[in-house]
């Protein structure tokens, strides 16, 4: 996705307010043309780009169904996982975490490889 430029470079480069700026972005929003990110930026949504909103540690559990791994399989590592969801490595890391309190994963650490320790339920929201 491309980020688009900040009120701030808006409100200079066209000499308008800032509600001016934030009411444009308000509209590209509700025509499903532009998305808020963090830090006050927006991005655009391309058109039929489907976008998951789950938290990283749900994703990353889908792993483990997905690829049909059992319990006591080796985990991708957290350089794999950043690498293939395009987050930061301290990201991934806090997600597995996260997924090893859950009892999801086993081990970990500098050098360790994780496991799979239980495979998780997905939960049907209806």
Do not use: C, Y
């Not at 927006?42 to 889908?62: F, N, Q, S, T, Y």
């Not at 009892?103 to 495979?119: D, F, I």
Request: proline content about 6%.
């Amino acid at each position: 996705m491309t980020n688009l430029p900040s009120a701030a470079d808006i409100m200079r480069d066209h000499s308008v307010s800032r509600g001016v700026a934030l009411r444009a972005f308000k509209v590209l929003q509700e025509q499903g043309l532009a998305e808020p990110v963090r830090g006050g930026r927006w991005r655009v949504v391309r058109a039929g780009e489907a976008v998951d909103r789950r938290p990283l540690h749900e994703r990353i559990a889908e792993i483990i169904p997905a690829e049909e791994l059992q319990a006591g399989a080796e985990f991708p590592s957290a350089s794999e996982l950043a690498e293939r969801f395009g987050v930061s490595r301290p990201t991934v890391t806090k997600a597995l975490d996260r997924l090893e309190a859950a009892g999801v994963l086993m081990g970990g650490g500098q050098g360790r490889v994780r496991t799979v320790r239980a495979v998780p339920v997905r939960e049907e929201r209806s």
